[in-house]
């Protein structure tokens, strides 16, 4: 069993940046490729980026390409997603998740594990 606890989102000006963290308890995180998902109010969950198991590959959402970055440190079990040049329509709640393959996937349905989200607020 894999918990996941994100860390790191907050209130920021547009333009400013974040850095969420997502830190994986068991022994297996090297092995799940993860994902960063985000919702808005209303009932569907958008894809942000997704990483590989090894970190070898990423992948981004249209909307994040160029201001978002996902990284992981498997030593660590963690995985980050660095944010700049934020706007309000980054406003959502950020929820980090893992899939029980090494390869990633876009889909939320393709994800098994998720935190419990944190709160990004970015304000005009």
């Known amino acids: 069993h894999v918990q996941l606890v994100e860390s790191g989102g907050g209130l920021v000006q547009a333009g400013g940046s974040l850095r969420l963290s997502c830190s994986a308890s068991?022994?297996?995180?090297?092995?799940?490729?993860m994902g960063w998902f985000r919702q808005a109010p209303g009932p569907d969950r958008e894809f942000v980026a997704s990483?590989?198991?090894?970190?070898?590959?990423?992948d981004y959402a249209d909307s994040g390409k160029g201001r978002f970055t996902i990284s992981r440190d498997n030593a660590k079990s963690t995985v980050y997603l660095q944010m700049n040049s934020l706007t309000p329509e980054d406003t959502a709640v950020y929820y980090c998740a893992g899939r029980l393959t090494r390869e990633a996937h876009t889909s939320a349905r393709e994800y098994y594990y998720w935190g419990q989200g944190t709160q990004v607020t970015v304000s005009s």
């Open positions: 068991g022994r297996t995180f090297g092995s799940y490729a």
């Open positions: 990483i590989r198991w090894s970190g070898s590959s990423t």
